[in-house]
C-alpha cells in the first residue's frame, strides 16, 4: 500500500512539473524558432549557480556520511596481526582520496559556474600546455609508487605463510549452504581427503580418507575457534561451487574453490571477550540492540516474535554467489585463550571416533 | 595520410533506388538509421534493467514486506508479494548483463559509433552498410534471448553477470542454472558476433573511409574514443565467446574444463582436473576491457561536448588521445585485479596491483584536462553540457576509490561488498549513462531533426545527480562496514542491523532517481514527433556531423564530400569573428594550424 501510494505521489509530482515546463515554454513565444531549446544567459547563469550548489550537495553528503557512518566500518578494532597494517594503508588511501576529490570537485565545479556562458563573451583560445601536463602526469606517478610499494609490501606479508612460526592447521569446508572446520589434532596434519570419499551413511561429510592414520585425530566442527595470539592457516576447500571465506574483522578473505585447496594464514589478537568489551563495539551493539528492540515492537505488535538481543560474535560469512541461500552462509567464530580453546576441543569428538 | 575514398558511384546509386518501409525503417543499411535503431532497443532495455534495479533496492530496504510491485511484475516469483530469493539473484544477473552489454555497450556503442563515424570522418556510409545491418539484428535477436530467459519454468541465469562456474554450470546448483543458463550463453553468444561485426566496421571505416585533409591528427576526439573501444572490443570479446563455447561444452557434453571434483545433492560428479580459475582469467580477460569498452566512448562523447559548449578547444588534444591509447593498453593487462583472493599465486596480485594502479595516471591526465578546458571558457549550460561536467564529477568520484580496490592488501576486506558495488556504479555504470545522455541531448538534432525540451532536460540532470550521489556515496560505508553484496536479505546477520537505515535511505534515492527518468523518456519520445524543428547547427559546432542538411539523405550530403583543412577543436580562436571555425574552412593566409 505505501508503495502505491508513494507511486501516486511521485506520478503527481511528474505532472506537475510538466506543466510547470509547458507554462514556461509558452511564455517564451518571442523567441525565434530553432534556438528557443539552446541555452540562454539565463540558463547559463541558473545553471552555473546550481553547480556551485551541487559541490556544496557533494561536500555535505561527504561531510554526513563521515561523521554518521564514519564509526561504522571496520576501520578500528582489527582483530588480527596483520589487521592494523591494512587499516593504516586504508587510511592514508582515503585521506589521498579525500584531498584529491575535494580540490578536483572544487575546480570542476567552481569552473563550472565562475566562468557560465554571457553573451558576447570570448573564451580564452588555450589549446596546450606541456608544464601544466607534465605537472599532472607527475604528482600522480609519485603518489602512487607510494601507495603501491606500501600496499606490496602489506600485500607480500599478509599472504606469505611463515611456515617457521609453527601455525596451527585448520581446514575450512564450504558446501551450499554451510560452513565446517577440521582441526588436525595432536598430531598438526590434516588427513588426506577429497570429495569422492564421501561416505554419507558413514558420516563421513567431509570425504576424510578412513585409512590414512593422520586422519583418525582429526576434529569436525561447526563453530570456529581460535586460540588468542597463536598464527592459524587455513586451509580451504568447497565441494560444490565458488564460496569465499570472509572474515572481515580479522582483514581475512580467501575463495573456497572445488578442485583446489587455497589457504590463508592468519593471527587472532584480540578475545572476542575483549573485543565486547572495547568502547566502540559496546556502543556499535547497543545502537544495534535499540534498532532491534524498535523492530521488535512493531513485530510483537503484528502478533509476531520479537527479536533476540544481539551480542557480539566474529563471524565468517560467505562473500561469493553460490546459489539461493548465499545470504545465509556463515559460521560463528570465537577467539578465546588458549585454556578455554584446549577446553572446548577436549569436548569434540575426533573422526575416527565420529564414524557410524 | 588520409584516405581519398569518395563514393560516387554509391552516391549516384543512392538517388535512384526506391525505399519502402521496410528498407528504410527495419531492414535498413543506412547508418544513420541503424544508429536510432541501436538507441530505440537500448533504451527499452535500459528501461528493463534499471525496473530490476529498483525492485532488488525495494527488496534490500523492506526485506520481509509483501509489495504491491513485485506481485505485478514478478508474478509466482512473488508469492503473497514477497520476493524469492533465485529470483533475486536473477536481477543481480540480468540487470548486470543488461546494463553493462545491451544498455551501455551496444547501446552506447551501437548508437554513436554508428551515427558519428561516417558523419565525422566525412563517409557516405560505414565501410559495409550490410554487416552494420546484421550487426544490429543479431543485438536485436540477443535482446529478445536474454528477456525471454524470465519466461522458463526454472528461472533466467541467477550466477551473478560473470557466471562463475560451478554455479553456472550445474543445473542442480541453482534453478537457474537449467534453461536461464542456455538461454544466457546462445543470447551472449549472438551478443559477441554483432558486437565483433560492429567493431570491424568502425575500425576500417575509420582506417579507409575519411575524408581529405581528415588526416588521424585531426579526428575528433569522439571518433579516437570509438576507434580504439572498437579495437578493444575485437582484442577482447573473442575470449570471452572461447570462455562461453567451453561452459557450454561442460555443461552439455560433459567435458572438465572448468570443473572439477564436485560432490552436490549427494552424488560425486565425473568431472575431473578443470579449474574455475581457468575460466576467471577467461572472463575477466574480456570483463575488464569491458569496463572501458563502456566507458571510452562517453568519454570521447564528453570530450566533443565540453570543448564545443566551452566555446574553447579541448585541452591537451595530443595527451588526450595518449591517454586512450594508454587505458586502452593497460586495460588488457590488469584483469587479474579483480581475482585478488581467487586462489592464484598471490604474486600475481602483486602485478596486477601494479599495472591496476597506473591506469590511475592517464585517467587523472583525463580529469585534468577537462577540469582545464572549462578554465576561462564561456561554458553554454545544455542539458548535453551539464551531463558531461556530472560524468567528470562521478568518473573523478568513482576512480579515486580505485586505489582502494587495486589494491590487493586493502581489496581482502572491501572485496565483493557494497564498497565494490558504489566504486564501479558510479565509475562506468553512472559515467557512461551520463555520457550515453550527453550524447543523446547534443546529437537528438542530428538524429531527429528536432531539439530536445531544454527544461526537462535540467530538471533531468538535477534530480539524477542528486540521486545518483545519494545512491552510491552512503554505499561505500556499508561496503566498509563488511557487508557482502549480492545477498538477498540481511536480516541473518544482526551484526548489519545498524546499515538498514542506510539502505532504505539509498532506496529512496534510488526511486526517485528511477522515477524521474520518465521526464526523459517523455522529453525522448515526444520530441520526436513534437519537437522544436532544429537548425543546422544548433550548438555552433565544428565538426563535419553538421555540415548535412538536416534532413536526412541517403550518402550523408547531397552534393561532394567536403574537405577538411583543419582540426575540430578551433573555437574562439583568434583573427575570427565567429567564436567557432567548421573543420571545412581553409585556413586563413597566415594563419597556422596548430600544433596539436
Keep these: ?356 | 595520410m588520409s584516405a581519398h575514398v569518395e563514393a560516387h558511384a554509391h552516391d549516384d546509386h543512392g538517388h535512384h533506388h526506391k525505399e519502402t518501409f521496410v528498407t528504410k525503417y527495419i531492414f535498413s543499411q543506412d547508418h544513420k538509421m541503424i544508429a536510432k535503431q541501436y538507441l530505440i532497443t537500448g533504451t527499452i532495455m535500459g528501461v528493463i534493467g534499471v525496473m530490476m534495479s529498483l525492485m532488488m533496492r525495494m527488496q534490500i530496504a523492506w526485506p520481509e514486506e509483501p509489495n504491491v510491485i513485485f506481485r505485478a511484475l514478478l508474478g509466482k516469483w512473488a508469492p503473497e508479494g514477497v520476493m524469492d530469493a533465485d529470483i533475486y539473484l536473477a536481477l543481480v544477473t540480468i540487470h548486470g548483463t543488461i546494463m553493462v552489454f545491451f544498455v551501455l555497450t551496444a547501446g552506447l556503442s551501437g548508437t554513436f559509433s554508428n551515427l558519428l563515424i561516417p558523419l565525422q570522418i566525412g563517409a557516405r556510409d560505414m565501410a559495409s552498410g550490410f554487416l552494420n545491418m546484421i550487426s544490429y539484428w543479431l543485438f536485436f535477436i540477443s535482446s529478445v534471448i536474454m528477456v525471454s530467459s524470465f519466461f522458463v519454468e526454472a528461472g533466467p541465469a541467477a550466477a551473478g553477470w560473470t557466471i562463475y562456474p560451478p554455479l553456472s554450470a550445474l543445473p542442480m546448483a541453482q534453478g537457474g542454472s537449467g534453461m536461464g543458463m542456455t538461454l544466457w550463453l546462445v543470447s551472449m553468444a549472438i551478443f559477441i558476433a554483432s558486437s565483433l561485426l560492429g567493431s570491424l566496421n568502425y575500425v576500417v571505416t575509420v582506417i579507409n573511409l575519411r575524408t581529405k585533409g581528415m588526416s588521424m591528427t585531426r579526428l575528433p576526439l569522439t571518433i579516437w574514443a570509438f576507434f580504439i573501444t572498437a579495437v578493444i572490443g575485437i582484442i577482447s570479446f573473442p575470449v570471452l565467446l572461447s570462455a562461453a563455447l567451453l561452459l557450454i561444452m561442460d555443461r552439455s557434453f560433459g567435458t572438465s574444463f572448468f570443473l572439477s571434483d564436485i560432490f552436490i545433492q549427494g552424488e560425486v560428479l565425473h568431472y575431473q582436473g578443470g579449474s574455475p580459475v581457468l575460466y576467471e582469467h577467461l572472463f575477466w580477460f574480456l570483463g575488464h576491457p569491458e569496463v572501458y569498452i563502456v566507458l571510452l566512448p562517453a568519454l570521447g562523447i564528453t570530450s566533443e561536448i565540453i570543448a564545443t559548449n566551452s566555446r574553447k578547444p579541448i585541452f591537451g588534444y595530443r595527451a588526450m588521445v595518449a591517454s586512450i591509447l594508454a587505458i586502452a593498453f593497460l586495460s588488457t593487462i590488469v584483469w587479474g585485479h579483480h581475482m585478488f583472493i581467487s586462489g592464484m599465486n598471490p604474486f600475481l596480485g602483486s602485478v596486477f596491483t601494479f599495472t591496476t594502479l597506473l591506469i590511475a595516471i592517464p585517467s587523472a591526465v583525463k580529469a585534468f584536462n577537462y577540469i582545464t578546458t572549462l578554465w576561462k571558457g564561456n561554458l553554454q549550460m545544455n542539458p548535453a553540457m551539464l551531463f558531461s561536467i556530472g560524468l567528470v564529477s562521478t568518473f573523478i568520484t568513482g576512480g579515486l576509490t580505485g586505489i582502494i580496490l587495486g589494491d590487493s592488501a586493502l581489496d581482502i576486506n572491501v572485496h565483493d561488498t557494497y564498497f565494490v558495488v558504489a566504486h564501479f556504479h558510479l565509475v562506468m555504470g553512472i559515467s557512461a549513462l551520463y555520457g550515453m545522455f550527453a550524447g543523446i541531448y547534443h546529437w537528438f538534432p542530428k538524429m531527429f531533426g528536432r531539439m530536445l525540451n531544454k527544461n526537462l532536460g535540467y530538471v533531468h540532470f538535477w534530480v539524477t545527480a542528486v540521486c545518483a550521489y545519494g545512491v552510491f556515496f552512503p554505499m561505500h560505508f556499508i561496503g566498509m562496514a563488511g557487508l557482502p553484496r549480492r545477498y538477498y536479505t540481511n536480516s541473518n546477520f544482526p551484526l548489519f542491523d545498524d546499515l538498514a537505515n542506510v539502505n532504505v535511505v539509498i532506496t529512496v534515492f534510488a526511486l526517485i532517481g528511477g522515477a524521474f527518468q520518465i521526464v526523459f523518456l517523455y522529453n525522448f519520445f515526444s520530441s520526436i514527433f513534437y519537437g522544436k524543428k532544429a537548425t543546422q547547427n544548433p550548438w555552433r559546432s565544428n565538426t563535419l556531423e553538421w555540415t548535412t542538411p538536416v534532413k536526412h539523405v541517403h550518402g550523408n550530403w547531397p552534393g561532394e564530400i567536403p574537405h577538411v583543412h583543419r582540426w575540430a577543436y578551433d573555437y574562439s580562436k583568434p583573427g575570427h569573428d565567429e567564436d567557432f571555425v567548421s573543420q571545412i574552412i581553409p585556413l586563413k593566409e597566415g594563419e597556422e594550424e596548430l600544433q596539436h
Design chain 1, 1 to 356: 500500500m505505501t508503495a502505491l501510494l508513494s507511486i501516486l505521489v511521485l506520478v503527481f509530482i511528474l505532472v506537475a512539473i510538466w506543466q510547470m515546463i509547458k507554462i514556461f515554454d509558452l511564455t517564451q513565444g518571442s523567441i525565434p524558432e530553432g534556438t528557443s531549446q539552446i541555452a540562454n544567459d539565463k540558463d547559463n547563469r541558473i545553471n552555473g549557480y546550481l553547480m556551485l550548489g551541487f559541490l556544496a550537495f557533494i561536500y555535505i553528503i561527504t561531510i554526513i556520511c563521515f561523521v554518521k557512518f564514519g564509526d561504522l566500518p571496520l576501520l578500528s578494532n582489527a582483530a588480527s596481526e596483520h589487521g592494523p597494517g591494512v587499516d593504516r594503508l586504508m587510511i592514508i588511501s582515503m585521506i589521498v582520496i579525500f584531498f584529491v576529490q575535494t580540490v578536483t570537485q572544487f575546480l570542476l565545479h567552481y569552473f563550472a559556474y565562475k566562468y557560465k556562458g554571457e553573451k558576447g563573451r570570448k573564451a580564452l583560445f588555450y589549446a596546450d600546455n606541456n608544464k601544466l601536463e607534465a605537472i599532472w602526469t607527475i604528482i600522480p606517478v609519485i603518489v602512487l609508487a607510494g601507495l603501491i610499494i606500501q600496499g606490496l609490501f602489506t600485500w607480500t606479508n599478509i599472504m606469505n605463510v611463515n611456515k617457521d612460526n609453527d601455525p596451527m592447521v585448520i581446514e575450512l569446508y564450504a558446501q551450499q549452504f554451510n560452513w565446517k572446520a577440521r582441526y588436525s589434532g595432536a598430531d598438526n596434519t590434516l588427513g588426506k581427503a577429497n570429495v569422492r570419499l564421501i561416505d554419507i551413511d558413514r558420516a563421513n561429510i567431509l570425504g576424510l580418507d578412513e585409512a590414512d592414520p593422520n586422519a583418525q585425530d582429526d576434529i569436525i566442527t561447526t563453530e570456529l575457534h581460535l586460540p588468542v595470539g597463536k598464527p592459524v592457516l587455513f586451509k580451504m576447500r568447497s565441494q560444490d561451487v565458488l564460496h569465499s571465506a570472509y572474515m572481515p574483522h580479522f582483514r581475512a578473505q580467501m575463495n573456497c574453490v572445488p578442485g583446489m585447496i587455497t589457504q590463508f594464514g592468519f593471527t587472532p589478537t584480540i578475545t572476542t571477550v575483549e573485543m565486547r568489551e572495547t568502547p566502540e563495539m559496546v556502543d556499535k551493539v547497543s545502537n544495534i540492540n535499540k534498532i532491534r528492540l524498535e523492530k521488535s515492537k512493531s513485530l510483537v505488535a503484528k502478533g509476531e516474535e520479537g527479536l533476540e538481543r544481539y551480542d557480539f560474535d566474529y563471524l565468517l560469512l560467505c562473500n561469493k554467489i553460490c546459489g539461493k541461500s548465499h545470504y545465509n552462509m556463515q559460521m560463528k567464530i570465537v577467539v578465546e585463550t588458549q585454556e578455554e580453546y584446549d577446553a572446548w576441543l577436549k569436548t569434540q569428538k575426533a573422526f575416527a571416533n565420529s564414524l557410524n
